[in-house]
């Protein structure tokens, strides 16, 4: 799979399974790009500034991310 195909492939599944539980709590999820098998994401309306939450929407994401693409090696949350 090349980058193209790994940065749509990852934003199917993000669509599909991970936005909708965002959607719940009125956050909201951008993929801003791929570094080489880092995904970059903005997150949208989630608890401010708090690390603690950032971080553990994050290990979240990636997780289910990973059971569908696991060439994904990690997440990055892009102000």
């Known amino acids: 799979m090349d980058d193209h195909q790994l940065l749509e492939a990852c934003k199917k ?7 909708p539980a965002l959607e719940i709590n009125g956050s909201s ?5 791929l570094d080489g098998k880092i995904l970059q994401l903005r ?9 603690s939450t950032i971080q553990a929407m994050l290990f979240g994401i990636e997780t289910e991310l990973r059971k ?6 990690f997440v990055e949350a892009i102000p």
């Open 43 to 51: 997150l949208g309306t989630i608890c401010g500034n708090c690390p």
């Open 13 to 19: 599944v993000l669509l599909d399974h991970v936005a």
């Open 29 to 33: 999820i951008e993929v801003i790009g």
């Open 68 to 73: 569908h693409l696991p060439e994904i090696e």
